[in-house]
């Protein structure tokens, strides 16, 4: 009887993978566009910070199309730690990427929770 090997694990090309949405809607989108309110500051503030650590190769961050967030702001999110940071600027992330890239850790006040998912559904309801 020939045996069937199990599955292999899989393994994780990166410790940390930060999606950073820089979509850009048209002008006359009544949805907001991270592209156009710091998506791409925020990548390019990710990028030095990554660099400056040494982290190149353990750390990545990639811009993405929408996250399906847009009326909060500009987003990123943090894998495989599924962190949801909404409305962040460029000046958020240096503590951010302390906690959630540096110490595995997140900013309660600041990582989204289901009180943002719901004022993203009564955002929503409104329009």
Not at 95 to 103: G, K, P
Request: aromatic residues 6%; neutral net charge.
């Amino acid at each position: 009887m020939t045996e069937i090997p199990l599955p292999m694990v899989p393994a994780a090309k990166f410790k940390k993978h930060i999606l950073i949405c820089t979509n850009e809607r048209s002008e006359g989108d009544s949805r907001r566009s991270c592209g156009r309110c710091g998506g791409h500051e925020l990548r390019m503030r990710l990028l030095a910070l990554i660099q400056e650590h040494g982290l190149k190769g353990q750390v990545r961050a990639n811009k993405t199309h929408c996250l399906d967030v847009c009326e909060l702001g500009p987003a990123i999110v943090i894998y495989p730690d599924n962190l949801w940071y909404v409305g962040i600027t460029p000046a958020d992330l240096d503590a951010i990427f302390a906690q959630s890239i540096l110490a595995d850790n997140y900013i309660p006040e600041q990582v989204a929770t289901d009180a943002t998912w719901e004022r993203l559904r009564q955002l929503r309801a409104k329009a």
